[in-house]
Each structure stands twice: as C-alpha cells, then as structure tokens.
C-alpha cells in the first residue's frame, strides 16, 4: 500500500466517523413530539445518497486545517445543514418532476401524495435553517440562504424553459450552475468561512465547489438520458418526459441536420406530451439515445464535465497546500464523472 | 375628536408609513437578474392583503418603546421578513387546498401550474431567511425558523387528519395553534427580542400574538364555511372540499343526535369526495350551513374567538404601560373578530 493510499484511508475513515455524526445531528434537528411527522421525515432518511455535500463541507474543512485531528461541531453541523438543504430540494423536485422512484424507493409524492411531499419538503428547509442560526454566524446562516436563494431561481429558469427546443447551452449552464452548484460551491464556502479562512483561499474552494457541481449535474443529466435505471436507483427519463433539454440533446439538435433534426425535435416534442403510453416513451427514448450515440453527444458531455473537473482540481492544486485531505478532494472531483449512479 | 382617538390616528399614520418601507424592502429584497422570477415574485406581491403580522411587528415595538419616535431599520426588516414568510405559506397552502383565487385575484397555481407554485413559495421562504439573517441576530433567526418549523408540522397534522370525522377539539386547536397562531407569536416576540425587552414582557408579548393568532384562525374558518365569497376575496368551502374539519363542524357534529349526526357526516363525506359536481357542492354547502345555524355552532366558535380575543387583550393590559401603541394592539385584537374578510 502506498503511503498517499494510507493517508487517503485515514481521510476517508474519519470522514466515514463523521458522517455518522452529520446524520445523528440530522436526525436529531428533524425529531417532533408528533408520530405523523416523525412518520415522513424517517422516510426522507431514506434519501441519503452519496452524501456528496456534506463529504465538501468536512474535507474542505480537513484541507484547510490540517492540524486539527478532530472535526469540530460547528462543521459537523454545516454538513447536517447542507445535507438538509439538499434533501429538500429532493423532494420538492420529485413533485416537480412527478418522480415515483428515488433511492431505490418510492418517494413522499407517490406514497403520499404532493400535499404531504410539499409540506415534507418546508420542513426540511425550515429545519435546516433552524439548524443553521444554532451555528450564531449570521455570515454563515446569509451565505446559505444566499445558495438556497439561487437553488430557485435555477428551479424556475428551467421550469420556464420546459419544451424550449431552442434552449442554448448557454442558458443551461445557467440553469445548472444556479440549481446545483451554487449549492455544492456553498458547502466548501461555508466550511471555508468557519475554518476562517483567507477570502482568497475561500473563494477558491467556493469555485472548485461550484465547478464540480456543475460537472455533477451534466453527469446526472447524461444519466437520465442514457442510465440504467436499476443502477441509478431514481425514476429515469424524467427530463424528456418534462421537455427538459439538457446538454447530449442540446448538442444533439446542434449536430443534426435537415431532416435529422426534424425528426429528433418531433421525437422530443411526442415525448414530452401529456398522453404519451409507456410503451410509445420508451420506444422513443430508445430511438432518441441512438441520436446521441451516433452524434457522439453523450461524449461531447462527458468530456464537458471532464474539462470541468480538470479545472476544479486546478483551483484547489494552486491555492491548498498538498494533504491527504486535499488528494481527497481531488479525487472526489474525479469520481464525480466516473460515476453511474 | 377624543384625545385616544388622536392619539390612535397617529399610530395609524406612523404604521400606514411604515407599511409602505416595508414593502419596499419586500420587494427589493425579492427581485432578481431573472425576468422569468421577477414576474412570479411581482404577482405574488398582489397577494399583499391586511399585513396583520407586519403590524402585530411594528405596533409591538412602538408599544415597548414609547420614547422612540421612528421606527428602526431592524424592525421594519423584520417586518418584511414575517410577511415573507406569510406569503409563502399562502403559496403553498393554495397549491395544497387547490385553490383558485386569492384575494381577488387567479391564485399562482391555477395561473401558471402546481410546480411554478411550490417553487415560488420555496423562493420567498429562502428570501425570508435571507432578509432575517441581514439583522444579524441569531437569535431572531433562529426563533423565526423555529416558527416556521411549527407552522409545518401544524399543516402536517391538520394533512393526517383530512377526512377524520371524529377530530376532536383539541386537536383541532393543536393544529390552527401551530400552522397559524405560531408566526402571529413570533411576530410579536421577535419585536420585543430586537428592543430588548426583559423576558416576561417579550413572554406576555409572545402570548397576545399566538392567542390573537389562533382567534383568527377560528374567524377564518368560520368565513370559510358562512363568509361571502366576493367580500372574502378567496376560494371559500375549502374546508368542506377539502375534508378539513373545523370548530363549528366539530361543534355540530358533537351537538347533533341520532338521525341529525348521521346526515350530517353523510354530507361531509359526500362534500369531501373528489367526483362531487360545482353544483351539488353548492346544495351541500347550503344544507351544511343550515345545520351549523339551527345548532349555533357557528355562534359557538365566533364566542371562543371573541374569549380569546379578551385573554389576549388582558395580557397586553398587564404587562405594557398604557400608551397609544398598546391601545392600538388592544383594537387590534377586537378587529380580528369583528372581520368579515
């Protein structure tokens, strides 16, 4: 085993500690004296996935201090908070998207519901803002609210933006960067902030934040596209179904020529219809990936997002000091475009 | 003119003035780079309507701070932050009820979709912490989010408990004391913490804001089932449709026998189905008065509204000295069960 193997496992079980903590913390914050809603929040549990935004906020936190052996409480909690800012947005997008699988599960909305999954989905992000004021940084409790702020307006761009063929990628950088990243920019930011940082190294992780985030959702959208459903765990295709355009398509329709392209916009345009049979959407879907595959868009995103983690490892080579922490980082930024799930 | 009656004028004037600063500050702080979010925040704002909550602000602090002659910054920040966070829960609320209109006007759903709706509402709800976090008090924030932490478990009980024929009273004053009587508290306690007052009277303060709170709940849901719609300016019979029992409802069930209760509950339930046409709606609804009327039970609940009323006045009297600004919070509460919208 290699000495930076051995340090990388050092890293990984004390964030692995740790993250038993951000989750008792979590689950501590959500806990009412009533059964109903002790009932859903239990269920919303169920969504912790790769835990992506709370591992930001504590290896940041690692990175930045490398001699404290110990992950403080105030960071524990930022990473709840994030974790619980995020958990919202889940749900609130499965309603969006009417979304009946997640985690492998069925979500609030199917079993319960949007009424209950709305309200579920308030209590989440009162509570992580309950929990953000605990921290008394109003800096801190500003700055999220801030990326919370910018979560919506992406939300609501897109939403506008539903069955617009012409969608350029300039907007959907736009939309992405607002919805997903500001939130993943946040995590490193709001650690940075409570390490007490130096506004140049904290805006730097703030960056290679935001720059994965923006690697992630591409990703995530080539997964909705051309995923296995069985693997990703979550309702798939759901972008097509909503006239979402996202980055392979967006490329797609700028590839394609004459009747190529008439013939992709007809195949989106049926597939984002309200009547459209199960059967009809996945014989659709089917003939829109091959689109992809022989116009090499899902390529052409991929390497978008690659190009994009690149930069992000960059940021963080030339402003943090070499550590195990900071290796960490830079392969989670790695892993977030090797990913299938 | 009586000497009170100048005095209460100039309250007035001072609260008229500030009103209009603090819709200023709503609105700057909701506006954006983003035509598409910008037009969703604007329409909201139509839905301003008596801004109860930024008053109950407002008149609190003139009440606990006599001498001072303007208003402070923080207050009417504060201000802002409660009606922002109002709006939102109206946002959502409309999404959960399926309503239509909203003072006067298409309600955000029925105009542009459930989705534009729940995120509008995430939108002002992540705006409200936003603003509240700007006062740089932790400790408002975090009693702020405490609040809206309860107001969704309230709406989560009263969701638990749709169509539940046999919800007792108790729970009935569980729920409206937490979804609604919580933010009129707070509302309240959050004036007296940023004047510093000592605890008992910020106690006392908290109390005559829950207490009215819940007195409006209970007038709101009379004028659900009695009021008139054109005066009310928003989808009345809810309630009914929606399964939601209220007091004089529980009232009646509970003073009607034998033959009386059974076509009662038969009423309700046939109201509370999802096929039931506008115009059977409408013959229950009125067969449905007609029982709350011969048993009083409408009566019953305009009573325990109007005793709340008292019990809340009676806290102001013994805890603030006498001043035009308390007696201005005194009319306050009166008018709660006086309206008629």
């Given at each position: ?6 340090q ?9 500690a740790?993250l038993?903590?951000?989750?008792r ?14 009932e ?5 549990q169920r ?14 936190a ?5 001699g ?25 997008d ?6 009946r699988m997640?985690?492998q ?13 709305v ?12 929990l ?5 940084s ?9 990326a919370t702020?910018?979560v ?7 939403l ?10 300039q ?6 960067k ?5 939130l ?75 009747g190529g ?77 090797m990913?299938?799930?």
């Open positions: 085993m290699s000495v930076l193997t051995s990388d496992s050092t890293v990984r079980q004390r964030l692995d740790d038993v903590e951000v989750g913390l979590f689950a501590e914050e959500l806990k009412s004296d009533l059964a109903c809603v002790n859903l929040a239990e269920h919303a969504y912790h996935g790769k835990m992506l935004r709370p591992m930001l906020v504590l290896a940041t690692m990175a930045v201090e490398p404290r052996e110990r992950t403080g409480r105030e960071h524990l909690t930022a990473a709840a908070v994030v974790e619980m800012v995020h958990m919202a947005t889940l749900v609130h499965d309603v969006l998207d009417d979304a997640r985690r599960g069925a979500t609030i909305n199917h079993l319960q519901g949007n009424e209950a999954a309200m579920l989905g308030d209590y989440l992000i009162s509570h992580a803002y309950h953000c004021s605990s921290l008394g109003s800096a801190v409790s500003r700055m999220v609210a801030h702020n910018t919506c307006e992406g939300e609501l761009l897109q506008s933006n539903r069955h617009a063929l012409g969608l350029t990628e907007t959907y950088f736009e939309i992405i607002r919805k997903t990243a500001s993943c920019g946040v995590c490193c930011g709001v650690s940075a902030e409570l390490s007490g940082c130096e506004k140049k190294v904290a805006d730097a992780l703030y960056g290679y934040g935001e720059t994965l985030g923006i690697a992630f959702q591409i990703i995530d959208d080539v997964l909705d596209l051309a995923g296995d459903q069985a693997t990703v765990g979550k309702t798939l295709g759901q972008d097509l179904a909503k006239g979402k355009l996202t980055l392979p398509l967006i490329h797609a329709i700028g590839a394609c020529e004459g392209r008439e013939a992709l916009l007809g195949l989106l345009k049926s597939q984002a219809q309200a009547g459209v049979s199960a059967e009809q959407a996945r014989d659709n879907a089917g003939r829109v990936r091959e689109v992809l595959t022989a116009g090499k868009s899902l390529d052409y995103a991929r390497e978008k997002a690659a190009s994009l983690v690149q930069r992000a490892k960059l940021g963080l080579i030339e402003n943090l000091e070499e550590t195990a922490a900071r290796a960490y980082l830079l392969g989670l930024a790695d892993s977030v475009v990913r299938k799930l």
